[in-house]
């Protein structure tokens, strides 16, 4: 049964890349997004305030916290558009895995996101950032950047099963630009308004980006806070996980 359910997501998760094939501009959007914001806040807004040492060390893991956050809007569309033409409602129809459908769809988009993490590590490099921790530091802070978009996915699956149509996407999508922008990505907490830092220091996106901070060995990072980056990612998946499988298991056929 386990080995069923496997090749039907990887049939589904080849199923999205041939669409991304199909669609090499969306893919390089996406990718040059965080890449134009980057340099955007490295060469033109400047030095972020009360950051000790290069500025761009402290922006690019930042940035790379804060790209894991951004594009699920491609996901919401693609679960809202096979949900409104009755896609998956065809899929369900199938003698498939429950969810493989899902499983597909967050195999394809993590891919994408590493493909993300590799091309803005190389944007940074060039832009002078280095990573001064070693090659196990390095895999870990990779890792909590993965395990962050991973819970961001579902959360995004999760809210597109809601919605139903792509329309509706347009109006969660505003909400993920508040919750990227209210935390440490760019500036330092203790620079914000005392009320504003606080909230700031609580966001999961300022709790990973601090931890990756740390383990990369530039300023603004602090020690402990890797517990905290992996229990809240951990945290929304308990919620929102078997919220979107539970909505997808009750979805009609």
């Given at each position: 049964m386990t080995a069923h359910a496997l090749t039907d997501s990887w049939t589904m998760t080849r199923r999205e890349l041939a669409r991304w094939a199909r669609q090499p501009v969306t893919v390089a959007v996406n990718l040059v997004f965080p890449v134009m914001l980057l340099l955007m806040f490295g060469y033109l807004v400047g030095g972020g305030r009360d950051v000790s040492g290069d500025y761009v060390d402290y922006l690019v893991p930042g940035m790379l916290a804060l790209t894991m956050a951004f594009g699920l809007e491609g996901t919401m569309i693609a679960v809202t558009r096979d949900l409104d033409k009755g896609v998956i409602d065809r899929f369900r129809s199938l003698p498939m895995a429950n969810g493989a459908v899902l499983v597909g769809r967050s195999?394809?988009?993590?891919?994408?996101?590493?493909?993300?993490?590799?091309?803005?590590?190389?944007?940074?490099?060039?832009?002078?950032?280095?990573?001064?921790?070693?090659?196990?530091?390095?895999?870990?802070?990779?890792?909590?950047?993965?395990?962050?978009?991973?819970?961001?996915l579902w959360i995004g699956i999760f809210l597109a099963l809601v919605a139903g149509k792509p329309e509706l996407v347009q109006a969660v999508q505003i909400l993920v630009w508040p919750v990227g922008f209210l935390s440490n990505a760019f500036a330092a907490p203790d620079s914000m308004p005392g009320w504003l830092g606080t909230a700031v220091q609580w966001n999961p996106l300022s709790q990973t980006a601090t931890a990756v901070r740390d383990l990369f060995?530039?300023?603004?990072?602090?020690?402990?806070?890797?517990?905290?980056?992996?229990?809240?990612?951990?945290?929304?998946?308990?919620?929102?996980?078997?919220?979107?499988?539970?909505?997808f298991a009750r979805l009609s056929r």
């Open positions: 195999a394809a988009d993590m891919l994408q996101s590493a493909a993300g993490l590799a091309v803005m590590t190389a944007v940074g490099y060039a832009l002078g950032w280095r990573a001064h921790g070693g090659p196990g530091a390095f895999l870990g802070a990779v890792g909590l950047l993965l395990l962050l978009r991973f819970a961001m060995g530039g300023p603004g990072g602090e020690p402990g806070h890797v517990w905290a980056a992996v229990g809240w990612p951990l945290a929304l998946l308990a919620v929102f996980f078997p919220l979107a499988v539970g909505r």
